[in-house]
């Protein structure tokens, strides 16, 4: 899907708001790459529009290499493909299945999937105020290092993204990075550029 940043944007949401609640938590099939690829990939568009620059912007949906390209016209005239990779692990996932059957889930705390009743069990903890900056930035620095271990194209953008909604302003941002460049250097890949976004409160950083 090609188009100009503000309407890729816009049949972007319109897809997303299409989708079941059971799609939208479980992830599978079309809502997997919504939400995780093409949602950022649009902010990371709406995030370049300036006046006189038009962007236009394309998701793949096949097995090409690059998951989107970004095109600008006007004052400043470049193009340039963008790898996506979004902080996942099997315990999110379980989080959102669990949000998804009963309506609620524990932040934080255990969870696991039970062997033998297949359901999922979770127990809620106290954790310290700091420690969903530290998993996204764990999270962020690890997909960095898998993606930079691959080979991309010279013009390659690398866009990051990750879901929270108790992570934001500056300050937060701030942290975030300091945790991620002690993990891995930002500005020594060999990505263009590398752009973190939030999803969850559409705040978007260019890190390196």
Known sequence: MRNTAFLFADAVEKQIQALSDKSFHLRKGDAKRLLEEWYPLSRLALHLKQPGLEVYVEGFDDKR????????IGWRERS???????VEDEESALRRQLMQLQGHAPGAGHIARD?????????????DSNHN????ADGVAKCLTSKAAKSYPANTVLLIAFNDMTLLGFGMWEQLLGLINTQ?????????????INSATNELVKAA
Request: a positive charge; hydrophobic letters at 50%; one cysteine or more.
């Open 115 to 127: 062997k033998n009743s297949k359901l999922i069990n979770a127990t809620m903890v106290a954790v």
């Open 80 to 86: 340039f493909d963008v790898q996506i990779t979004c």
């Open 184 to 196: 891995v250097g930002l500005a020594s890949s060999h990505f263009a550029s590398v752009y973190v």
């Open 133 to 136: 900056l530290k998993k996204a």
């Open 65 to 72: 290499v690059a998951d989107g390209h970004i095109q600008e």
